[in-house]
């Protein structure tokens, strides 16, 4: 069955700590992976969609990479406003886009 | 303007009630989307329709019935609630595109509290 695992499930940062969130994926042609942000009561927003092993992407102080397993968030220098739930996603092996497979998220806080 | 809407937000109900979430898009997107965030939080596909055509029926009990009058809108249907479709339900949608880069737009959930 096609998964995606997310780790750590909960991160606590002080603001300025830089870290990593991972995410990785047992599909095996991957056709896309995806990061989400959610804020609590909220529904997920979209950050970025990486392709191809060595992709990066950036948006402020996050950048996510990918690699042929397993795809990072990386958090560079956090303000208290990026504390949220990040999401990863894929599409399974046997199935359109239209069925995206989501990992549990990682809580992450960050502390003034 | 909210791009995704979905009405009730929260609804807490009996056993075996019927109940109705509602959702509106003003993003012209053509495909539509219910998941489900359980406990654990995950996020699971139920349904998808594409230009009012179911595409997608995730082996969810037939007690949900998805309906979608027109591309704008996609309504949820629960019969007979068991304490088990207690979660957050939450409707997005996507363009032809968006579909093929992940690129979602979720509402904001509605949370269903079966007691």
């Known amino acids: 069955e096609d998964q995606v695992t997310q780790s750590p499930e909960a991160l606590r940062l002080q603001e300025g700590e830089s870290s990593s969130l991972n995410c990785s994926y047992t599909v095996s042609g991957l056709r896309g992976l995806f990061w989400y942000r959610q804020d609590p009561g909220k529904g997920p927003e979209f950050l970025f969609t990486l392709y191809s092993a060595g992709e990066e992407k950036e948006k402020e102080r996050l950048k996510a990479t990918l690699t042929k397993k397993e795809s990072f968030l990386h958090i560079t220098a956090p303000k208290p406003e990026d504390s949220a739930t990040y999401l990863c996603?894929?599409?399974?092996?046997?199935?359109?886009?239209?069925?995206?497979?989501f990992g549990a998220g990682t809580r992450l806080a960050v502390h003034p | 303007d909210t791009a995704v809407s979905q009405t009730p937000k929260y609804l807490v109900t009996q056993m075996g009630n019927d109940k109705s979430i509602k959702c509106e898009q003003n993003l012209g997107h053509d495909t539509m989307y219910w998941y489900k965030q359980d406990s654990k939080k995950f996020l699971k596909i139920m349904f998808s329709?594409?230009?009012?055509?179911?595409?997608i029926n995730e082996t969810v009990p037939n007690r949900f019935s998805p309906k979608s009058p027109d591309k704008a809108h996609l309504n949820l249907h629960i019969n007979s609630l068991e304490l088990g479709d207690s979660a957050v339900y939450f409707c997005?949608?996507?363009?032809?595109?968006?579909?093929?880069?992940?690129?979602?737009?979720f509402g904001e959930g509605s949370r269903l509290t079966v007691l």
């Open positions: 996603a894929v599409p399974p092996d046997l199935g359109g886009y239209n069925k995206l497979i």
């Open positions: 329709y594409n230009n009012k055509e179911l595409i």
């Open positions: 997005a949608s996507s363009s032809s595109k968006g579909s093929m880069t992940g690129e979602l737009f």
